[in-house]
T-cell receptor, first 114, second 111 residues
């Protein structure tokens, strides 16, 4: 498989649930990103990892917890979410953080919080 | 405060005609601009980019124009084809840093 993959593609969860989103890139990139896309809003950068180290956290609530065990995998752990967290969550990767404008995106996980 | 703005949420164009998508930005530090295309149920895919040292970049049917004094860029698609129907995002970067995206314009090509 090539490119950036994300699982699951769709997720419905209650506010008390704990779930995780997974992203995997097969491009040999060293930087990975989580974005949130809400309706009628720009893509919002949530987290940036470079060489498995978190280099940016854009004031994201602690109910979102990222994990990057290696340069190919990125997780977003979710717990006690709110309905307003319902959105499309996109993962992306780039060769390195210094060339973060050349990003390749996965298909996203459509999250619905009930 | 949105630093990258796409003021037209949607645009409809007849097949074969020119599609023009517009984008404005406020941050004068931006030096690299990109257009991404997104189909439903897929992630955004890179389409074309331009550096601030240029005012035009062309790739087949797609041309991006940059007007630095007006802090404005546009994407021209000619001729427009039904497969061009998608949401187009404008994005900008400063010194190779993180991307700042616009809200997107949904382009519909009418056969």
């Amino acid at each position: 498989e090539t490119g950036v993959t994300q699982t699951p593609r769709h997720l419905v969860m209650g506010m008390t649930n704990k779930k995780s989103l997974k992203c995997e890139q097969h491009l040999g990139h060293n930087a990975m990103y989580w974005y949130k896309q809400s309706a009628k809003k720009p893509l919002e950068l949530m987290f940036v990892y470079s060489l498995e180290e978190r280099v940016e956290n854009n004031s994201v609530p602690s109910r979102f917890s990222p994990e990057c065990p290696n340069s190919s995998h990125l997780f977003l752990h979710l717990h006690t979410l709110q309905p307003e967290d319902s959105a499309l969550y996109l993962c992306a990767s780039s060769v390195g953080q210094g060339k973060s404008y050349e990003q390749y995106f996965g298909p996203g996980t459509r999250l619905t919080v009930t | 405060d949105q630093q990258v703005k796409q003021n037209s949420p949607s645009l409809s164009v007849q097949e074969g005609r020119i599609s023009i998508l517009n984008c404005d930005y406020t941050n004068s530090m931006f030096d690299y601009f990109l257009w991404y295309k997104k189909y439903p149920a897929e992630g955004p895919t890179f389409l074309i980019s331009i550096s601030s040292i240029k005012d035009k970049n062309e790739d087949g049917r797609f041309t991006v124009f940059l007007n630095k004094s007006a802090k404005h860029l546009s994407l021209h698609i000619v001729p427009s084809q039904p497969g061009d129907s998608a949401v187009y995002f404008c994005a900008a970067s400063a010194e190779g840093g993180k991307l700042t995206f616009g809200t997107g314009t949904r382009l519909t090509i009418i056969p």
